[in-house]
């Protein structure tokens, strides 16, 4: 059993379509969850830290918020240039810091 | 300030025959970790070094194994490889270790084993 999971796998919206990716997690204690993008032929690239539930963050049309057994990264009147792969990631406190990434939202934002 | 740089960025090897990729740092950067992505199981994580010492280690055969020199740029080694060693190969760096909200990754190199 997967300890991350990411739906949808794939996202198809429409310029301005505002919709929510999301991410859930079983491990048993949550040091970190942490969210990227990456692009095609490129290294992920590093949003956002969620540590504790009901945290959120924010930057430009995305915003990252936690519960204690999901995220979700809402975007907010995406645009073209949205259009990436989303991963998320998690750390389980206690043990080593050895993150567990899911598979990923690869998002296609029409204009 | 320059990014995280691989090489060679591509690489086409037989089953059978060994490997070695090499990553370096942002200067200043002590921190070095090996992901592998795959369609099928994602972004895995391989090994980290800082300082020299490997810290952390995944869930891989000992075929894969690396090390990290004094000036941190690091080296990743497969033997032996398997058809399904191909993949890509991450690296990313960080000034603190175990810290993945402080990595930057550099454009991974691309494997492939026939």
């Known amino acids: 059993e997967d300890q991350v999971t990411q739906s949808p796998e794939a996202l198809r919206l429409q310029e301005g379509e505002s919709s929510s990716l999301n991410c859930s997690y079983t491990?048993?204690?949550?040091?970190?969850l942490f969210w990227y993008r990456q692009d095609p032929g490129k290294g992920p690239e590093f949003l956002f830290t969620?540590?504790?539930a009901g945290e959120e963050k924010e930057k430009e049309r995305l915003k990252a918020t936690l519960t204690k057994k999901e995220s979700f990264l809402h975007i907010t009147a995406p645009k073209p240039e949205d259009s990436a792969t989303y991963l998320c990631?998690?750390?389980?406190?206690?043990?080593?810091?050895?993150?567990?990434f899911g598979r990923g939202t690869s998002l296609i934002v029409h204009p | 300030k320059a990014g995280v740089t691989q090489t060679p960025r591509y690489l086409i090897k037989t089953r059978g025959q060994q490997v070695t990729l090499s990553c370096s740092p942002i200067?200043?950067?002590?921190?070095v970790s090996w992901y592998q992505q795959t369609p099928g199981q994602g972004l895995q994580f391989l090994f980290e070094?800082?300082?020299?010492?490997?810290?952390n280690k995944g869930n891989f055969p000992g075929r894969f194994s690396g090390r990290q020199f004094s000036n941190s740029r690091s080296e990743m080694n497969v033997s032996t490889l398997e058809l399904g060693d191909s993949a890509l190969y991450l690296c990313?760096?960080?000034?603190?270790?175990?810290?993945?909200?402080?990595?930057?990754f550099g454009p991974g190199t691309r494997l492939t084993v026939l």
């Open positions: 070094y800082f300082s020299e010492t490997q810290r």
């Open positions: 990631a998690v750390q389980e406190s206690g043990g080593s810091y050895i993150p567990t």
């Open positions: 200067s200043g950067h002590r921190s």
């Open positions: 491990v048993s204690g949550l040091r970190g």
């Open positions: 969620l540590y504790s």
């Open positions: 990313a760096s960080s000034n603190l270790a175990g810290a993945p909200n402080e990595q930057f």
